[in-house]
T-cell receptor, first 115, second 113 residues
Framework: AQSVTQLGSHVSVSEGALVLLRCNYSSSVPPYLFWYVQYPNQGLQLLLKYTSAATLVKGINGFEAEFKKSETSFHLTKPSAHMSDAAEYFCAVSEAGTSYGKLTFGQGTILTVHP | KAGVTQTPRYLIKTRGQQVTLSCSPISGHRSVSWYQQTPGQGLQFLFEYFSETQRNKGNFPGRFSGRQFSNSRSEMNVSTLELGDSALYLC????????????FGPGTRLLVL
């Protein structure tokens, strides 16, 4: 069975500081990994996804994530936080060949950006 | 292309009633997945439909059901509503092949009184 753990339900950074949101997964088969962002009263927007083509994945709005198989991690980073990055972030996994439309999500991390 | 649309956006029901939510996928997408989002349980997978067939199902009671039409539009139904069914219900569409990105609608917020 697949699972996702996001370390830290709340992360607070200053504007211009590094953003690091942690995600660890467990999967019995090669996974597809995703990061989504959710703004208040909205649905989920894809930031980036990993599909085994490259371990460092670049996404929208300056975010990137690195797949580390040995650590079963897929942490999300951004070099310099903007006020507009304040939102809730979700890491998700689907298992190759068996997921049939199912994403398993972490519990989410609320990012606060201070001026 | 138009995004995923969900109707209605907000809904208030009382315990024991039933409700039907609708989802229109992105044009050309054949897969629709449904999720329930609550503060306590987070995002949980309900079920997925592909070409009018349910391919996958999460761990929800039989009160939760769905269907998909030939134009890929999907509905989900919850019968005999309970207070705990209050949640944001999200649908997502994708082409339906392995590893494809799911694109989410804005959700339907259901409040059960």
């Amino acid at each position: 069975a697949q699972s996702v753990t996001q370390l830290g339900s709340h992360v607070s950074v200053s504007e211009g500081a590094l953003v690091l949101l942690r995600c660890n997964y467990s999967s019995s088969v090669p996974p597809y990994l995703f990061w989504y962002v959710q703004y208040p009263n909205q649905g989920l927007q894809l930031l980036l996804k990993y599909t085994s083509a490259a371990t460092l994945v670049k996404g929208i709005n300056g975010f990137e994530a690195e797949f580390k198989k040995s650590e079963t991690s897929f942490h999300l980073t951004k070099p310099s936080a903007h006020m507009s990055d304040a939102a809730e972030y979700f890491c998700a996994v689907s298992e190759a060949g068996t997921s049939y439309g199912k994403l398993t999500f972490g519990q989410g991390t609320i990012l606060t950006v201070h001026p | 292309k138009a995004g995923v649309t969900q109707t209605p956006r907000y809904l208030i029901k009382t315990r024991g009633q039933q409700v039907t939510l609708s989802c229109s996928p992105i044009s050309g997408h054949r897969s629709v997945s449904w999720y329930q989002q609550t503060p306590g349980q987070g995002l949980q997978f309900l079920f997925e439909y592909f070409s009018e067939t349910q391919r996958n199902k999460g761990n929800f009671p039989g009160r939760f059901s769905g269907r998909q039409f030939s134009n890929s539009r999907s509905e989900m139904n919850v019968s005999t509503l309970e207070l705990g069914d209050s949640a944001l219900y999200l649908c997502a569409s994708s082409p339906g092949t392995d590893g494809e990105t799911q694109y989410f609608g804005p959700g339907t917020r259901l409040l059960v009184l």
